[in-house]
Every structure is written in C-alpha cells, then in structure tokens.
C-alpha cells in the first residue's frame, strides 16, 4: 500500500492542500514515520508541507 501510495505522488509537484492532508493522513493510518515521506519526495507539495508539521 505504501508504495502505492509513493508511486501516485512521485511525480506531482502542485498537490492541492486537501490532498497533501490526505497524504498525511494515509502515511500515518500505515504506521509509517513521516520522514519517510520527506526522504522520498523531496521538492513535492507533500515534502513542503510536511517541513511545516
């Protein structure tokens, strides 16, 4: 599931900010630490949000 869910967003630079929450949510529901998400995806919405938590 989670490299489902990498996979979808690899390649998205302008997420909107509901689907970065989603985002959030869905790592988190996985039990995964979210630097994993920021080590994954550098320079995407995901990433500049996730500086910000």
């Known amino acids: 599931r989670l490299g489902e869910l990498l996979n979808q967003q690899r390649d998205r ?11 959030i949510d ?9 630097s994993l998400a920021r080590a994954l995806m550098p320079g995407s919405g995901l990433y500049r949000e996730l500086e910000n938590l």
């Open 26 to 34: 869905r790592f988190r529901s996985l039990g995964r630490d979210l």
């Open 13 to 23: 630079a302008n997420e909107t900010y509901g689907e970065v929450v989603e985002l």
